[in-house]
């Protein structure tokens, strides 16, 4: 059973920034890529950014620019940067992981304020 534990979420004014983690089993963390999806109320759940094994990364759209997603495979941990945080980030933020089939975090509650 491979458990993700998402943190780091809470309540920020616009503008502010937050620094989410997400920790697994070290036994394969290492070995996958990671990712984190967010899913806003009454909205589908929307990919944000990935980050291989090897550390290339990948962003939607909305998050270039403006989020960094980083992992420590020492602490088998991810971790997703977001400045600049609008209120349309507004969300609960889930960890990702794919390896013969998708594992989710619990998510993370984001709020960023107007």
């Known amino acids: 059973q491979v458990q993700l534990v998402e943190s780091g979420g809470g309540l920020v004014q616009a503008g502010g920034s937050l620094r989410l983690s997400c920790s697994g089993p070290g036994s394969i963390f290492r070995l996958y890529a990671m990712g984190w999806y967010r899913q806003a109320p009454g909205k589908q759940r929307e990919f944000v950014a990935q980050?291989?094994?090897?550390?290339?990364?990948n962003y939607a759209d909305s998050a270039k620019g403006r989020f960094a997603i980083s992992r420590d495979n020492a602490k088998n941990t991810v971790y997703l940067q977001m400045n600049s945080l609008k209120p349309e980030d507004t969300a609960v933020y889930y960890c990702?992981?794919?390896?013969?089939?998708?594992?989710w975090g619990q998510g993370t509650q984001v709020t960023v304020s107007s």
């Open positions: 980050i291989t094994r090897g550390g290339s990364t």
């Open positions: 990702h992981l794919f390896t013969t089939r998708d594992y």
